[in-house]
């Protein structure tokens, strides 16, 4: 794969935090994209198309996670990733 690296920072708003069953959408809708993607939360990067380790990214309200997509659907991979965290968020109970 080639292309430069898209990063878009997500910060976790829902007072629930971020949790197994959004990371595990998160990595189901990762994988129907052919470019890399990584998700970073302090220092700590993982294979963000893997459900096992996208459970190491369970967060806390506050918490920001650096989404980066790198190959040829870069741009869309990351606006539907993005938009997708930020839904998944919306619908949770307040």
């Given at each position: 794969?080639?292309?430069?690296?898209?990063?878009?920072?997500?910060?976790?708003?829902?007072?629930?935090?971020?949790?197994?069953?959004?990371?595990?959408?998160?990595?189901?809708?990762?994988?129907?994209?052919?470019?890399?993607?990584?998700?970073?939360k302090e220092g700590r990067s993982v294979?963000?198309?893997?459900?096992?380790?996208?459970?190491?990214?369970?967060?806390?309200?506050?918490?920001?996670?650096?989404?980066?997509?790198?190959?040829?659907?870069?741009?869309?991979?990351?606006?539907?990733?993005t938009a997708l965290?930020?839904?998944?968020?919306?619908?949770?109970?307040?």
């Open positions: 794969m080639s292309g430069e690296t898209l990063r878009q920072i997500v910060r976790i708003v829902s007072p629930n935090g971020l949790h197994l069953r959004p990371l595990t959408a998160f990595a189901q809708r990762a994988q129907q994209f052919e470019s890399r993607i990584a998700v970073t294979d963000g198309k893997s459900p096992f380790e996208m459970f190491l990214m369970v967060s806390p309200p506050g918490a920001e996670l650096i989404i980066e997509a790198t190959g040829p659907d870069a741009q869309t991979a990351l606006d539907t990733l965290l930020e839904e998944i968020q919306a619908e949770e109970p307040q």
